[in-house]
């Protein structure tokens, strides 16, 4: 099945681009605001450093209890409160919508990103065989 699955917010088979008013032409690593790492940059360093290894979920789930510093003990309750409400996807990411990085989502569910220059990124682009999607715009069209 491609797209997202019902009952999980992880995608399958799927793409997604850059926002079509990202300004990045080359992609590039969110920085930390301050000492605290900032949502996109725990997205970016645990996607990035471990391609393929996590879904939508974990992504999403994980950079928030980091973020939020909730203890490993905690997780698996918090991770249920987490989804008991509606979440943003990692198209709402500012890595696609500011840092120039598209999500590849495999038949799994597992996540990697490419780099908008990338010619990885070019031939995902152009997969039919993939489900295709977009961040979301910064700004109303």
């Not at 940059?41 to 939020?68: C, R, S, W």
């Not at 943003?88 to 120039?100: D, E, F, H, I, P």
């Amino acid at each position: 099945m491609k797209g997202i699955e019902s009952a999980t917010l992880n995608y399958f088979d799927t793409f997604i681009e850059v926002a079509d008013d990202c300004p990045a032409l080359a992609a590039s690593i969110p920085e930390p605001r301050g000492e605290k790492k900032t949502m996109p940059l725990l997205q970016y360093q645990m996607i990035g450093n471990h391609p393929y290894k996590y879904t939508q979920e974990d992504v999403l789930f994980e950079t928030y209890a980091d973020h939020k510093e909730i203890p490993a003990v905690d997780r698996p309750v918090e991770r249920q409160k987490f989804f008991s409400k509606g979440q943003a996807c990692l198209r709402a990411s500012s890595l696609g919508k500011r840092y120039g990085w598209g999500v590849h989502c495999n038949a799994d569910g597992k996540v990697a990103l490419y780099a908008i220059e990338s010619e990885e990124y070019k031939r995902l682009a152009n997969d039919s065989n993939l489900k295709h999607t977009k961040a979301m715009r910064s700004k109303r069209a």
